[in-house]
């Protein structure tokens, strides 16, 4: 039988609630499936390790996390402890440059058994394509002077082989399912990240003549996701407006806790990571409320990757069924603790 080594990285807040109910779901799934198994080590790096060692993750983190197939992670962030750049610089988006995870796929849809907030929501489909390693996170720009002169400068990089990336990776997705990419643009405010966007968008654009291509400015894209959201199918995003948009994605769909994300190392040189969209959640943290189908979700989308869609669907269908038996945590309405919608989903799976 196959297994596969997944290093789990909880981290802070929801992470460590919401992480072990979705092992729990995979390792029936695969159970199920009865071709493989998973083989979990857990990582207890996050605020709490910083905390105690003035670092995130060990020095040699890295290279550990190399050694594994692939990594499941919950959430970093806990600002009332460690301030939120510490944190996520030194652990989570440390992971996603350091493994070259330049792509970060998150879906959004409407979901059987789940109402939209949305009065028009349309059975929309779609899937943001986030560009995962530069862009307005480039790590790049200072502060300098003081007083009523400092200024604080952040510089946004857009490389022709990280755009071309992502924007290949979009319309390569666009063919297998409507046929249709939107670029997320902003070319008429800024003068020189979006201008040259564009341009690579409609040069790779150009190899892909069958696919439907569009570009929108993010302010009005953000609308029509309100207005229209059906008639999206891959939307291609920088980093900074990907992150934006796929909040709003798990918005519509009913909360972002249900949102799922995959940071990807296309070269399948490195593990890609597998996180939602959520964060840690410190309101609600501890209690055993939260919604722990975002990280379901999230380790469907690992199932696909490593290449058992069919059964990644059948995680879908066992979320779907349980919404519409009504068992929902808070954030979507209900009144069913984590513990009762992961037992519903197990029950749904046998
Ligand atoms: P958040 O996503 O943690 O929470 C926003 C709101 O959504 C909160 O009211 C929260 O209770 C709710 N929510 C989120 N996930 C939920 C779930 N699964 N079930 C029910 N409700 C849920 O965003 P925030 O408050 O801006 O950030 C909190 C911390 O998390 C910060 O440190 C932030 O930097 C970090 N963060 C981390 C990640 C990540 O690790 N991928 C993502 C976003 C934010
Ligand atoms: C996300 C998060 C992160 C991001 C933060 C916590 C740095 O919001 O994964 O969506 O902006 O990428
Ligand atoms: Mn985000």
């Given at each position: 039988m196959k297994t596969y080594r997944i290093a789990v990285i909880p981290g802070d807040g929801i992470g460590k609630e919401v992480v072990p109910a979705a092992m729990e779901v995979l390792d029936k799934a695969a159970q199920l499936d009865g071709r493989f198994?998973?083989?979990?080590?857990?990582?207890?790096?996050?605020?709490?390790?910083?905390?105690?060692?003035?670092?995130?993750?060990?020095?040699?983190?890295?290279?550990?996390?190399?050694?594994?197939?692939?990594?499941?992670?919950?959430?970093?962030?806990?600002?009332?402890?460690?301030?939120?750049?510490?944190?996520?610089?030194?652990?989570?988006i440390k992971i996603r440059r350091d493994m070259k995870q330049s792509i970060n796929v998150r879906p959004a849809k409407l979901l059987q058994g789940l109402p939209s907030p949305l009065r028009n929501p349309n059975g929309f489909d779609f899937v943001v394509v986030r560009e995962n390693s530069e862009g307005e996170y480039a790590e790049s720009g200072g502060r300098i002077h003081s007083g009523q002169d400092?200024?604080?400068?952040?510089?946004?990089?857009?490389?022709?082989?990280?755009?071309?990336?992502?924007?290949r990776y979009a319309f390569d997705m666009a063919k297998t399912r409507r046929q249709h990419v939107t670029s997320a643009t902003k070319s008429n405010g800024l003068t020189y990240s979006m201008p040259f966007w564009d341009e690579v968008f409609a040069e790779v654009g150009r190899d892909y003549e069958d696919i439907g291509q569009v570009s929108n400015h993010i302010d009005a894209l953000a609308a029509f996701l309100v207005m229209k959201p059906e008639n999206f199918d891959v939307i291609?995003?920088?980093?900074?407006?990907?992150?934006?948009?796929?909040?709003?994605?798990?918005?519509?769909?009913?909360?972002?806790?249900?949102?799922?994300?995959?940071?990807?190392?296309?070269?399948?040189?490195?593990?890609?990571?597998f996180e939602p969209v959520h964060g840690s959640a410190p309101d609600i943290a501890g209690k055993g409320i939260a919604n722990p189908l975002g990280q379901i979700w999230t380790g469907k989308m690992m199932l696909d990757f490593l290449g058992y869609p069919e059964l990644g669907a059948k995680i879908l269908d066992a979320m779907e069924a349980t919404l519409a038996q009504g068992v929902k945590t808070g954030d979507l309405g209900g009144e069913a603790t984590l513990r009762q919608v992961t037992d519903a989903i197990l029950q749904q799976l046998q």
């Open positions: 198994q998973f083989e979990w080590t857990t990582f207890l790096w996050g605020c709490d390790y910083y905390l105690e060692t003035g670092k995130m993750m060990p020095d040699d983190g890295i290279e550990i996390l190399k050694g594994y197939d692939q990594i499941f992670l919950g959430a970093v962030g806990m600002p009332s402890l460690v301030p939120d750049h510490v944190s996520l610089w030194g652990l989570l400092e200024v604080a400068i952040q510089n946004a990089i857009f490389t022709r082989k990280g755009t071309e990336r992502a924007m291609v995003a920088s980093n900074l407006f990907g992150d934006i948009l796929t909040d709003l994605g798990g918005a519509i769909m009913g909360s972002i806790g249900i949102a799922p994300a995959a940071n990807l190392n296309i070269e399948r040189e490195y593990p890609s990571m």
